[in-house]
Every structure is written in C-alpha cells, then in structure tokens.
C-alpha cells in the first residue's frame, strides 16, 4: 500500500532552519506531483508548497515565499522541505501529499490523494 513517511520536524529557534523529508513507497513516485500542508492547533491544513513530477513547476504559499524551499529526488523517491529564518508562525504539523491532479500544481486538500501521517514542527521566539 501507499506510505508517506514524514520525518525532520522537531524544535528550533527563530530565524533558524529544518529540514523536513518525506519518503514514499508503494507508488510510482515520478508519476505523482506532492506537496506540503501543514495544520496548527484549531485551523485548517493550509497549503506550503507543491512541486510537479519532475520539479519542473513549483509552488509556494505567501507566507513561505522567500524563506522554504520545495524539491525532490526521485530516483530515491523522496520529496523535501527546506524551511529557513523559520518564525513562531510556522509551527504546526507539517504533513506531505500526493496528488494525480497534473494539469496544474495543486493547493487544496481535497486534489491530494495520499498523506502522511505529519511531523510536529515548534518554532520558539
């Protein structure tokens, strides 16, 4: 079956980075454009970044223009997210996706089809 396994989160000061990794298995990873979501406590997932099948297309959120960057290797099927000058903002549960939409990048969690199951990211002022 299809496993998305995020792992990278964990607790940093502000300004400074992390970097987060999914690995998938159970696919056919360079088929599937993924992207990141994140959710804090009482709010909705919010969109971070997508990037298309080859790395081609790639999208961010406002909020983290500028400061994360999305990428992916898919001869090890992993897919990334390098988070810097990181605010108390952005912490949440970070979650990664996979979606088959490949007309556009995705941003809403109902076009993603497989999820993992999230890692904490804290962000301390």
């Known amino acids: 079956q299809v496993q998305l396994i995020e792992s990278g989160g964990g607790l940093a000061q502000a300004g400074g980075s992390l970097r987060l990794s999914c690995a998938a298995s159970?696919?056919?990873?360079?088929?599937?454009?993924m992207g990141w979501f994140r959710q804090a406590p009482g709010r909705e997932r919010d969109f971070v970044a997508a990037i298309s099948q080859y790395g081609g297309s790639i999208a961010y959120a406002d909020s983290v223009k500028g400061r994360f960057t999305i990428s992916r290797d898919n001869a090890k099927n992993m897919v990334y997210l390098q988070m810097n000058s990181l605010k108390p903002e952005d912490t949440a549960v970070y979650y990664c996706?996979?979606?088959?939409?490949?007309?556009?990048?995705?941003?809403?969690?109902?076009?993603?089809?497989?999820w993992g199951q999230g890692t904490q990211v804290t962000v301390s002022s």
């Open positions: 996706a996979a979606t088959q939409r490949v007309d556009e990048l995705a941003r809403e969690t109902y076009e993603y089809l497989y």
């Open positions: 159970g696919l056919t990873f360079s088929t599937y454009p």
